[in-house]
């Protein structure tokens, strides 16, 4: 998987935008449709002015791969509709190689994050169990938070982590990563 440098301006907006994301989620537990609507429209119009009609393509192309990705978690209550929307405009800003890239490292520094988190609070065996009921559910054809309440991030037994943190250090990460390997 070959990672492609994105223009300086293109990185800036994107370390910005996932800052400013992760502050809001931090403090707020939300981030702002106004702010995930103007990383969508900038993702567009960047990669539009920067690569013209295959820009385009490569904005819509990270667009829908990460819809496709998070709209079922969040159909099944296990993600935020913000987080959806703050990686769907990663991915219009991005494109889809590199959104898929970004979206390892991230699901790599949010998994670190919730195990820390796990230490810290506590919870880390009920938290195995719940995992280990997912898929069953699943095969059931089955939501898993019908079962298990806790499993609804919107739930008030539900232990949450504020994704967009683990977002914006995942695309950090990603501009970091992305120099090196160039």
């Not at 449709?33 to 192309?61: E, M, P």
């Not at 195990?115 to 995992?131: A, E, H, K, P, Y």
Request: aromatic share 10%; charged share 10%.
């Amino acid at each position: 998987m070959q990672i492609h440098i994105l223009p300086t301006a293109i990185e800036i907006f994107l370390a910005v935008l996932v800052l400013v994301a992760a502050i809001y989620d931090f403090r707020y537990r939300r981030i702002p449709n106004r702010l995930v609507l103007t990383g969508i429209c900038a993702g567009f119009a960047l990669n539009g002015f920067f690569f013209g009609l295959g820009g385009l393509g490569s904005a819509g192309a990270g667009f829908g791969l990460a819809a496709a990705i998070y709209l079922p978690m969040f159909a099944l209550r296990a993600m935020g509709g913000g987080d959806v929307k703050l990686m769907v405009a990663v991915g219009s800003l991005a494109g889809a190689s590199n959104w898929f890239v970004l979206f390892l490292i991230t699901a790599i520094v949010g998994g670190i994050m919730a195990v820390g988190l796990l230490l810290v609070r506590g919870g880390f065996s009920r938290t195995v169990l719940n995992v280990l009921r997912i898929p069953r559910a699943l095969l059931r054809l089955r939501a898993p938070y019908r079962d298990h309440p806790e499993l609804d991030v919107t739930h008030s037994t539900a232990m949450t982590l504020p994704h967009g943190v683990s977002i914006a250090v995942g695309t950090l990460l990603f501009i970091a990563l992305s120099h090196n390997a160039g």
